[in-house]
Each structure stands twice: as structure tokens, then as C-alpha cells.
């Protein structure tokens, strides 16, 4: 068994090629691994541990068939760099969460969605699409906050990165007036992330988001990208949504906190 090595604000440490078993259920661990983390611990081979930047979730990854001594390297790894005791919290398979056998709970079952057509068009909502502006970040910030846990700071900066890169939408009524947001990120190996996506609570069951999410992924079909999503699965009207867009379910992941 290879030792695992631990990387500190480093980039381009490894061949992300390990990951394809897992590539849409893992795209973002994918994506950050090589993006500037503040902290990878790997073999380089058989399983990864980043954290991105304080807030966002540890991702953990390892080869499905691990042995016993594999999987207890993993876990005293966690335990020492990202203990659930001082705040950090977990993506991983719930089949890897199970085998590490550590206290914690599971704050949410996703799953993890591809789209390679569309499904028939949603009804007409009225309002229409466009690329947020820095104007749309008062209002905004309160749906991220709300959606990730964040705080206002924290929330604010993702904003404004977002729409400094046009990868934040958002579907305005009749009034011009923002009711539900979606990002779309753009990726090298093919695939685009939707994420982010949000309608106010006032707003919803009225198909802005439906309306958005489709026509966001309509455009990235036709650039010729795979969009690919993270749902609740324990929230049904999120999933059916997407269902009808015409994504399909490839793979699961849990987010644990203490």
C-alpha cells in the first residue's frame, strides 16, 4: 500500500484519471483537485481527501474495493486533519461512509444526475432568462445563504466570482423582478455543472425553475456539453423536476456532519 501524502495549497498533484470510475458522481472533486486546494491527501492512485477552502465540504474518495488497511489510513487521515468535532463536514459515497465506520450523521443524500436530451419543453412560465449582474447580489445572497448554510460573507464573494465568469443565471417575472437562480460552470472534460439552483420560497410551484434549468441546459447541449447535477434525494419536487428535463440518475453521495 502506497503511504498517503499530504499537499498544501497545490496544484496539478495528480492524474485525475483515478476518478473515472466516478467521473459525474466526483466531477467537482475533479475539478478542485487540480484548482488550488488548501489541502490534498492522496496516494495518487487508490483515494483522494480535499478541502478546496474552509466552508466548503472535505471531499473524500477511494477505489471501491479497499482493503481493511486502506480504509483505516483513510480514517485516521480524517480524523487528524478534518475532524467532524471542529466543524468540517464530508462528501463520500454512503458506501465509503459506512465502511469508515466513524461517528457522525448524514445531513443529506444526493444524487447525482446527467442529461444527454431534453425532455418535452415545460409549459410557459412568463418572465424570462439572463445572466445575473452585481445589482441581483442583495437579493441573491439570502437564496445561497438559505440553500448552502453559508454565511452572508461567504456567500456574497461565490456571487460575485460567479457572475464575474457569466456562469450565474437567473429567471426574472413579469415585473423583472429575480425569482429563481441556477449556475452553469463549464468544464474541460466535456461535462457542465449546474448547481445553485434556488427559487424563492414565495415563487415556487410556478415553473421558473423548471423554465430556467431547461433553457440553461438547452444552450450547453447544443455547445456540445453533458450537463450534469448534485439533488436531494430526500426532496421529491427537485428530483421530479429534473426528471422531466431529462436527467437521468448515475450515482449517490452523502454530505456527513457531526
Excluded at 440553500?147 to 426574472?172: D, M, P
Excluded at 424563492?200 to 415553473?207: A, D, L, P, T, V
Excluded at 447541449?221 to 447535477?229: D, S, V
Aim: net charge negative; proline share 5%.
Amino acid at each position: 500500500m502506497k503511504p498517503l501524502r499530504i499537499y498544501e495549497n497545490a496544484t496539478d498533484i495528480l492524474n485525475t484519471d483515478i476518478l473515472q470510475e466516478d467521473e459525474i458522481t466526483f466531477s467537482v472533486l475533479q475539478r478542485i483537485v487540480n484548482g488550488g486546494c488548501q489541502k490534498v491527501i492522496t496516494d495518487g492512485e487508490r483515494s483522494i481527501i480535499a478541502l478546496s477552502h474552509p466552508v466548503f465540504p472535505v471531499w473524500v474518495w477511494m477505489k471501491k474495493d479497499a482493503t481493511e488497511e486502506e480504509i483505516s489510513a483513510l480514517r485516521e487521515s480524517l480524523q487528524k486533519h478534518f475532524p467532524l468535532e471542529e466543524g468540517y463536514t464530508y462528501n463520500l459515497s454512503r458506501e465509503l461512509w459506512e465502511k469508515l465506520g466513524l461517528s457522525g450523521r448524514i445531513q443529506t443524500n444526493m444524487l447525482s444526475y446527467r442529461l444527454d436530451r431534453l425532455g418535452e419543453p415545460p409549459h410557459p412560465c412568463g418572465g424570462f432568462l439572463r445572466l445575473a449582474k452585481e445589482g441581483d447580489i442583495p437579493v441573491l445572497t439570502p437564496w445561497l445563504c438559505e440553500l448552502n448554510h453559508w454565511q452572508e460573507g461567504v456567500a456574497e464573494q461565490s456571487l460575485r466570482e460567479k457572475i464575474e465568469q457569466n456562469t450565474l443565471f437567473v429567471w426574472c417575472d413579469e415585473r423583472e423582478i429575480p425569482v429563481s437562480m441556477a449556475s452553469a460552470l463549464k468544464q474541460d472534460n466535456g461535462y457542465a455543472t449546474v448547481s445553485a439552483v434556488f427559487t424563492h420560497s414565495g415563487e415556487r410551484r410556478k415553473g421558473y425553475c423548471h423554465n430556467l434549468v431547461y433553457r440553461i441546459c438547452e444552450s450547453l447541449l447544443r455547445e456540445g456539453y453533458a450537463p450534469i447535477l448534485y439533488a436531494d434525494a430526500d426532496y421529491p419536487a427537485s428530483n421530479g423536476c429534473y426528471r422531466k428535463i431529462g436527467f437521468r440518475t448515475v450515482g449517490s453521495l452523502c454530505n456527513v456532519t457531526k
